[in-house]
Nanobody, 120 residues
Framework: QVQLVESGGGLVQAGGSLRLSCAASGSFFSINRMGWYRQAPGKQRELVAVATSGGDTYYADSVKGRFTISRDNAKKTVHLQMNSLKPEDTAVYYC??????????????WGQGTQVTVSS
């Protein structure tokens, strides 16, 4: 079993910054992708940013230049630095671990979600 524990959400004014963190624990050999998704009320969950074990990163167009994802493979953590926040960034942010290699095979896992609210 793999657990993802998130922290760092909260309420911030537009133009402000927040840093989300996610730590993976449990029994596994490696994690291919670690990233962040978000889901706003009434909308589908969408990819925000992802970092691969090889160091590649991907960002949704809506956050490019404002958000930065970083990953520490040794510590099994991923962080999302969010700057210049906008009200439309308001959502529940979910940590995702994709392609987690366990003794039973490869699986994806999700964190419990952390609320980010940006006031105008």
């Amino acid at each position: 079993q793999v657990q993802l524990v998130e922290s760092g959400g909260g309420l911030v004014q537009a133009g402000g910054s927040l840093r989300l963190s996610c730590a993976a624990s449990g029994s596994f050999f490696s994690i291919n992708r670690m990233g962040w998704y978000r889901q706003a009320p009434g909308k589908q969950r969408e990819l925000v940013a992802v970092a691969t074990s090889g160091g590649d990163t991907y960002y949704a167009d809506s956050v490019k230049g404002r958000f930065t994802i970083s990953r520490d493979n040794a510590k099994k953590t991923v962080h999302l630095q969010m700057n210049s926040l906008k009200p439309e960034d308001t959502a529940v942010y979910y940590c995702n671990a994709g392609g987690v290699i366990t003794v039973r095979g490869a699986y994806d896992y999700w964190g419990q979600g952390t609320q980010v609210t940006v006031s105008s």
